[in-house]
């Protein structure tokens, strides 16, 4: 092999590596990178590119022969491996939660229940519906906010419990791609829920309705309250896995909860991240962090004599539904998610929630949803506590 063909294949090999790891932020996040799992991507593009350029360039005589094997697997493990150093995926008995996981009390926001806390306009409802009623359904944060829906425009004598389920998010996709729900009130849908759909067949329509914040969320312990988009690129992608990194020198090792796949929470992680693979949730250090299976009670959990850990949530459901008095929701890039910096902007983490059909709404269903984006439907989503699409 002459010297130029080596001398490219050098340059291409490590060009790539390069940016590999400018792809994936190991240069913008370099002085964050605190821990060996986190540094072991790094490890791996330069151990293989290194094994490679060592191959190119070394005399192959009979005698460096189980050098160069020694080498060409050096080369082979790290392009294998890189993959599974990104998510941090070695972790074999892991501990996470089992079981349903724990949720408020929805029976207090109710159609057509006595005290019930759900939101009135100030004026008669301007549509009534009757007959076949739309099958609602949707996330739990969101339950407050369509059930609210149904009790100002449903007519109480066509009016059924099963008219206004609440599962979760997961389970209302579930539900609307296989044509068991009439609309569902969610945020917007994962990768894998889109292609759950498309194989169905679904032809899901996102109408937007209003707007919430995603929020990151401590112990009141921490003293930490502001955290910026990089570090929390960072915590997620397994860069940073320490508190002092962040200037809580007393924090130990950063307990970073996460949701299941495909709940609107972990969808709102998942667009933060965008091409960034998150870390796989390493083994919690005890069981006790388990606690009451709900990231809301577990992001305030003490280990050592410290509050740990950090999650994410929306933020009506973390100041109003389901508060843990215990837990402090940080400042983003010096923002807090007020419904003013909501509405104007400020807050980086806004998102859009939606009422979702399969297929274009019709009837009933049709009437509803342009009643939700009327002046008044959007007055029910304000007084319930989010910021309105308009």
Partial sequence: MSTIIRAVITLFTWSFGVYTLYKFEYFTAFGEVDNIVGMLPVTFVITGAGAITAILWMKHTKRLIPVSAALAMFAVLSVALFPIALRGNWWINITMPKGVEAAPDLTIYAPFSEGSKTAKPDGKPVLTLIGDLPTLDGAIALYPVYAAFADATYDETFFSRDNVLCTNTIAAYEAIISGERDIIFVAGASEKQLAAANAAGADLQFIPIGREAFVFLTGKGNPIDNINYQQIRNIYSGKTANWSTLGWNKGGMIIAFQRPEGSGS????????????????????????????????????KRRGVQPAIGYSYRYYATTMYANTDAKILKVNGVEPSMENIKNGRYPFVADFYAVTNGEPEGNSRLLIDWIISKQGQEIIEKTGYAPIK
């Fill in 266 to 301: 972990q969808t709102g992680l998942q667009n933060i991240m965008g091409d960034l693979p998150i870390q796989y949730p390493q083994p919690l250090p005890d069981a006790s962090l388990i606690d009451t299976n709900s990231l809301m009670k577990q992001v305030s959990v």
